[in-house]
Structure formats: structure tokens, C-alpha cells
């Protein structure tokens, strides 16, 4: 097959034997994108559930900050739903950066030319959609959670620190720059769950003829969902609909 | 017709490379990719300049010699094809072509546009074997294989080892040629032995090797002259954290065996 240089010996038999396994396992690519895709699960249940939580705005003020009460006043849900997302987030983020770093080094020397054959632009470009995500989670934390990126982040009950969900939107979003921003973000998320979503059965090893078509289908139709269904909302608050 | 070629040239591992411009005037359409290359390297011997080196064999797309990125497509516009197999009809008078090796770390270029595929040697090494009694061939039926197995087996064993699977992901995964490999054998009752620890030792391999790692893009597959599917890729993965999760140290092995 080709002229071989003896300069990496072959592994042997050792693998199975020796070894912390979790290691063994975490070591590979493999293992890397088995992590990517649990975490990457869990991002994609949770934006499709949040999607569908923040639609409420459209049921008007009480609906909406009624929402938020319940998720203040239900600390189990509310604190164990942050903890398993930001621990999926945290791990999400560093094998990306090291799956980033295995495949940039694994091509120094790039092409003159470059043209894909079959492949969606959403799967080529996860590693800057994720990236500029990360970004953007970080400021939506700042923006509609904590409040220290709201120019006036107001409170329904101050005294429990609970914030006004729906007065914080309507006040966020009025700022077309800052539309512009999440629309921008909406549309990133897009492209990394169209690619994602079916992405992670083959990350875990599922493949099959007659579901693969399915799961595809499916993937690409919520990530448009997650954009239509996102991005109304800054723009109703926009066009002055939800005010 | 007339082609005008843009050639990788690099005298060796260690040197830098550059595209070199050649016009080629007389290109038959009857010509295969290759014989255009034989013309070429004619004329740049007779005319005393170093010919164009590029790897072959068979010429009949199954020894997995030959390969080239033809503008940035691996193994040029045929889908299906080895680029001994690609005939010039497929190009236009005029065509302009970048003809570029397989890039990827794991395949340093040796000179030109042959590179060093001895990965893929270490990574076959690492697990592509199966444990049988030496001695006398076994009967042909003793072991039943139901037809859709061998049929899924066969497939996979298809892979000539081209490495444009490689060459074409955009992360340079060698993922493509690892899972056909281990497939092939993983999906007979005569590999199942060595099945998970196959996947483990291959995988481990192919890390050390360097390769990227599989972005499920697709690319290896539309450009796999043996249409090796990714739902091997798949395999390879289910394969694999078995292993790391299931399979026991030898020593741990029942001794009641
Ligand atoms: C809204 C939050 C996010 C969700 C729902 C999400 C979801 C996903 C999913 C489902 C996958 C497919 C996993 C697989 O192929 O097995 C994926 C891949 C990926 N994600 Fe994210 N992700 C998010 C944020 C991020 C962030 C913040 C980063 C930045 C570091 C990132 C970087 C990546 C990369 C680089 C891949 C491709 C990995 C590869 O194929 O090698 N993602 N993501
Ligand atoms: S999987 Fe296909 S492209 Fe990759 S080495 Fe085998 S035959 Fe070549
Ligand atoms: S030369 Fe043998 S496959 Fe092309």
C-alpha cells in the first residue's frame, strides 16, 4: 500500500488491558465526540424547551412572568436545570477545543483548492458556529439572567430577587442592535443544530438505514423551528406587536 | 483538448513545495487521467526536467495506488472512480486543473504527489486480523453466515486503502478506512473474538497516527471510490466504547474457560 517508516510501532494488544478506561476512552476522538454529543443532546433538549417556555410572551404579561414565578419558586428544578447545563456547557466547550485543535493540526499543510463534494455548510463550519455560541450564552446570561448587561433590568418581586421576564424582553429587544445581535446568534444556532442534531446518533454509534433518513429530517426541521420560533420574538418586540 | 495543469512539485519530504504550470496540448478523450500524466512526464524527460511523480499500480481501480486531489476533489469529478479509472472525456478543452497529494499530517508528502500512507499500514496492524487455526483450510460451510451479513462485510472489504477518505475531510479523519476495516471483519462470526478489542486497538492507532477526528461532514464517503458508507463510521463508534466500557483486561479473564 505504501512505502512504511516503522516511526510509530503499532499499538499491539495493549489497549484493551492496562490503563485507566475512562482515560483510554476520553483519549481518543472517538471518546471526544461521544462527549460532545451527550452534552450537545442536552443543549439541544434544553433550546428546544426554552424556545417553547419563552414563546409564552406572546400570551401576554401575566402568562410570561407568571412563568418565570414558577421557575423561581421551584429551586430544584430551576437550580438542578442550571447545574446539568452548565456542567454540559463546561464539557461541551472543552472537548470542542480539543477536537478544534486535534483537526486543524491534522492538516498543516492546506489546499489550493477546496471544493465539497456533498457536504452541508452547517457541517463544516461547527467550529465556528459553537464558538461564537459560547459567546453569545455568556452575554444572554448577562443580558436576561443576572442583569449586568440590561440597561434596566427590572424585578416582578424585588425583595426575592425574582426578575420580570416579559418588561426585560420588551426593554432588551427594543434596542435593534441588540436584536440584531441574538437574530444574528439564532441564525448560528441554526446551522449548528441542523448539522448537530442528527450528528450526535452517529457520534454515539447509531446508524441505520431506516431511521438515519428520519432522524435527518427531523434535525433539519427543528433547527428551522428554533429559528422561526426564536427569532419572533425580537421581532415582534420590534414591530411593536408584543409591547 | 487542450489542459492546463497546476502540479504539486516537491523534490522531497523535507523540501517546500510549490504548484507548477504545465500546458498539455494534445489530450486525447480517450486517455485515462493517468496516461495524460505518462504524456506530460515524456515530454519533461525528453526535455531533460525531473517527471512528475505520482504513485499507480493496477490502473484498474482495486490495488488503492493511485490518488490525487483534482480541484480540491479526491480522485477528480467522478463519483465512484480512482483517478486510474477517470478518463479525460470528463473535462472540457481549456480546463485549467490544480492537481494537489493527499494532505494530511499522518501522510507526509515523499515527493510530488505521492505521500506516505504507512499509517494506514500501522492502523491494519494495530487490529485488522483474526484469530485462526493454522493447519488445513477450514470446510467451506462450517460456519453459517447469514447472507445479509456477508453482504454488509463485503462492502466494507472493499476498501482498497486510498486514503482519499483522508484526503478529502475537511478535519483529515481516517475514520472512513479505520471503520471499513474493522467492520469487515467485526460483521463475520470469524472476527468476533478480537471484535471489541480490534475497535479499541484500531481506534488507538489512528489517534496516535494523528489523523482528525470524524465531524460526521460526509465528505469521505462522496468521495470513496468503493462507496464505503459512514454507517460503518457508526460502527466503529458503537465498537469501540463497548470495548472501553465492556471489554475485560486479559487478566481479568474467566478462568473457566
Ligand atoms: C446552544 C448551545 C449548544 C448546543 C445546543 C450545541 C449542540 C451541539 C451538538 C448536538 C453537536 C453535535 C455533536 C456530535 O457531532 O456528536 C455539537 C457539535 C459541536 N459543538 Fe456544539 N452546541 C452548543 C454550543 C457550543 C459551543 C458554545 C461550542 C464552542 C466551543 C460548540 C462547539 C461545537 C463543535 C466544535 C462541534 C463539532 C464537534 C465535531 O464534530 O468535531 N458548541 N454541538
Ligand atoms: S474507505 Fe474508501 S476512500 Fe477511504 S481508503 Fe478505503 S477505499 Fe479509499
Ligand atoms: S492504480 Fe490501482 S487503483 Fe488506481
Known sequence: MSVGSAAQPAAGAKAAGDGSRLFLFYNSPVGKKAVMAVTGLVGFGFVIGHMLGNLQIFLGPEVMNAYGMKLHETPPLLYGARTVLLGAVALHIIAALQLIKMNSDARPTKYAKVSPVTSSYASRTMWWSGPILGFFIVYHLLHFTSGAAHPNFTYQDA????????????????????????????????????????????????????YTPLIRTVARTASYALLIGNCAIPLAVLAGVVK | ???????????????????????????????????????????????????????????????????????????????????????????????????????????????????????????????????????????????????????????????????????????????????????????????????????????????????????????????????????????????????AFSARPNAEAGSAG
Open chain 1, 159 to 210: 425583595a426575592r430577587h425574582i426578575p420580570a421576564p416579559y418588561e426585560n424582553v420588551v426593554a432588551g429587544f427594543s434596542n435593534p442592535l441588540v436584536s440584531l445581535f441574538y437574530i444574528i446568534a439564532m441564525i448560528l444556532l441554526m446551522l449548528h443544530i441542523n448539522h448537530g442534531a442528527w450528528s450526535l446518533f452517529q457520534s454515539l454509534g447509531l446508524n441505520h438505514p431506516r
Open chain 2, 1 to 243: 483538448m487542450k489542459i492546463t495543469l497546476h502540479v504539486w512539485r516537491q523534490k522531497d519530504r523535507n523540501a517546500q513545495g510549490k504548484l507548477v504550470r504545465y500546458e498539455c496540448p494534445n489530450v486525447s478523450e480517450h486517455m485515462s487521467f493517468l496516461e495524460m500524466l505518462d504524456v506530460l512526464n515524456e515530454d519533461l524527460t525528453t526535455k531533460g526536467e525531473d517527471p512528475v511523480a505520482f504513485e499507480h499500480d493496477c490502473r484498474e481501480g482495486i490495488c488503492g495506488s493511485c490518488g490525487i486531489v483534482i480541484n480540491g476533489v479526491a480522485h477528480g469529478p467522478m463519483p465512484g472512480t480512482t483517478v486510474c479509472q477517470l478518463h479525460m472525456r470528463h473535462f472540457k478543452d481549456g480546463d485549467e486543473l490544480y492537481l494537489e497529494p493527499w494532505r494530511a499530517k499522518a501522510f507526509p508528502v515523499m515527493k510530488d504527489l505521492i505521500v506516505d500512507r504507512g499509517a494506514f499500514d500501522r492502523i491494519i496492524a494495530a487490529g485488522g486480523y483474526i484469530s485462526v487455526p493454522a493447519g488445513s483450510a477450514p470446510d467451506g460451510n462450517a460456519i453459517p453466515v447469514p447472507k445479509e451479513d456477508s453482504d454488509r462485510a463485503m462492502d466494507a472489504a472493499q476498501c482498497i486503502g486510498c486514503g482519499a477518505c483522508v484526503a478529502a475531510c475537511p478535519n483529515a479523519s481516517a475514520s472512513l478506512f479505520t471503520s471499513a476495516k474493522i467492520s469487515h471483519l467485526g460483521l463475520l462470526p470469524q472476527g468476533q473474538p478480537e471484535r471489541y478489542e480490534r475497535a479499541l486497538n484500531m481506534v488507538q492507532q489512528m489517534t496516535i497516527e494523528e489523523f482528525g477526528a470524524c465531524g460526521n461532514i460526509g465528505e469521505c464517503e462522496a468521495v470513496c471510490p468503493k462507496r464505503i458508507s459512514i454507517e460503518n463510521i457508526a460502527r466503529m463508534h458503537r465498537d469501540y466504547m463497548n470495548g
